[in-house]
């Protein structure tokens, strides 16, 4: 089975703060990505990477940094926390796909972060 | 551009009952089309997709979806849902072809009944 661990379920941070959140998949996957989640909004992909050392903006990445310097970890940055990033954070992963194809994305249980 | 619409925000429905989760998307290009569900305190994981063929797809859990091409909806239903399918599920749309991102509704909860 894939899995992707993420390295907090719950996480409170005080405005102004770096804070890192971590995501590690097991299935070799070369795609990783970050997301967050909002009520009402639904998934906002924020950073995504297809390679190591490789990374695109999403749709939303103001004010995030990820780093990808191992294959199987995607890190996501908030170089200086606010309020507004309070939120649901989704890590997910997938094999490249072939022409013609979608591979799945597999996620991780997210990681709740308040900043106060 | 892409985006997906789920017109209802919360979908109520009693055990055994059917149920049907609206989908509307639009794209300017041939598109993927997929179902994601997410228990409680979980990640998503994938229900069911359409990338090409027949255009009624089944899933997991006795889900199944039709791909509307002149209406440009994708709905999801169940004949007869059960308590354990309370969940948030979202539509989400990707342009086919090449590396495209995937575009997320946002999201039907589903609650059942006993």
């Known amino acids: 089975d894939v899995k992707v661990t993420q390295s907090s379920r719950y996480l409170v941070k005080r405005t102004g703060e770096k804070v890192f959140l971590e995501c590690v998949q097991d299935m070799d996957h070369e795609n990783m990505f970050w997301y967050r989640q909002d009520p009402g909004l639904g998934l906002r992909l924020i950073y995504f990477?297809?390679?190591?050392?490789?990374?695109e903006k999403g749709d939303i990445p103001e004010g995030y940094s990820v780093s990808r310097e191992k294959k199987e970890r995607f890190s996501l940055i908030l170089e200086s926390a606010s309020t507004n990033q309070t939120s649901m954070y989704l890590c997910?992963?997938?094999?490249?796909?072939?022409?013609?194809?979608?591979?799945?994305?597999?996620f991780g249980p997210g990681t709740r972060l308040t900043v106060l | 551009a892409q985006s997906v619409t789920q017109l209802d925000s919360q979908v109520p429905v009693f055990e055994e009952a059917p149920v049907e989760l609206r989908c509307n998307y639009s794209s300017s290009v041939s598109v993927y089309l997929f179902w994601y569900v997410q228990y409680p305190n979980q990640g998503l994981q994938l229900l069911l997709k359409y990338l090409s063929g027949s255009t009624l797809v089944k899933g997991i859990n006795g889900f199944e979806a039709e791909f509307n091409k002149s209406q440009t909806s994708f709905h999801l239903r169940k004949p007869s849902v059960h308590i354990s399918d309370t969940a948030e599920y979202f539509c989400a749309v990707r342009g086919a072809g090449g590396y495209q991102k995937v575009t997320f509704g946002t999201g039907t909860k589903l609650q059942v009944i006993p």
């Open positions: 990477s297809y390679d190591v050392k490789m990374k």
């Open positions: 997910a992963s997938s094999s490249l796909a072939t022409l013609g194809n979608y591979n799945e994305q597999f």
